[in-house]
């Protein structure tokens, strides 16, 4: 139990520098490429801003959960994952904790799918907060110059 809690903090500890510094980048590349002098963003950019994040969102945790993956394959016995696409289809199901129950670990090691689990909804949330500040101030651009 001590090394799967070990793992899981290890795995979560490299999913949240991921997660950090590919919010940190993309938020620091949609100031320096969509924000105008006066610091409104160009409006007519707004589905292109958009999109990109959502992307860029999702493909961060695509990342995370082939982490998640590669680990399950390195250290579950391969009768339980037998490839790498169940790993992938598996690590998905828990990351999202949509947990269709199709594929489970054996008691050896459920612990590290909780905490995949318990990580997943931290970095879904993480991004809905990414999402939602870049939402909110394209937002307070357009009442901005509404206003003016």
């Keep these: 139990m001590l090394k799967l809690s070990l793992i899981g903090a290890l795995l979560i500890s490299?999913?949240?520098?991921?997660?950090?510094?590919?919010?940190t980048y993309w938020v620091r590349f949609l100031s320096r490429r969509y924000v105008q002098d006066d610091g409104r963003w160009y409006s007519r950019?707004?589905?292109q801003i958009l999109i990109?994040?959502?992307?860029?969102?999702v493909g961060l945790h695509?990342?995370?959960?082939?982490?998640?993956?590669?680990?399950?394959?390195a250290?579950?016995?391969?009768?339980?994952?037998?490839?790498?696409?169940?790993?992938?289809?598996?690590s998905f199901v828990t990351f999202t904790t949509l947990g269709y129950g199709d594929i489970?670990?054996?008691?050896?090691?459920r612990l590290l799918s909780g905490i995949e689990a318990m990580?997943?909804?931290l970095l879904v949330g993480w991004s809905t907060a990414v999402?939602?500040?870049?939402?909110?101030?394209?937002?307070?651009?357009?009442?901005?110059?509404?206003d003016g």
């Design 14 to 23: 490299l999913t949240v520098v991921i997660h950090a510094f590919g919010t």
């Design 45 to 47: 950019k707004s589905m």
């Design 52 to 57: 990109g994040t959502g992307l860029v969102l």
């Design 62 to 73: 695509v990342i995370q959960i082939v982490l998640w993956a590669l680990t399950y394959r």
């Design 75 to 90: 250290l579950v016995p391969p009768a339980e994952l037998a490839t790498l696409e169940t790993a992938i289809y598996f």
């Design 104 to 109: 489970t670990l054996s008691e050896g090691w």
């Design 119 to 121: 990580n997943g909804i």
């Design 131 to 146: 999402l939602f500040a870049v939402v909110q101030r394209m937002w307070q651009g357009t009442a901005l110059r509404n």
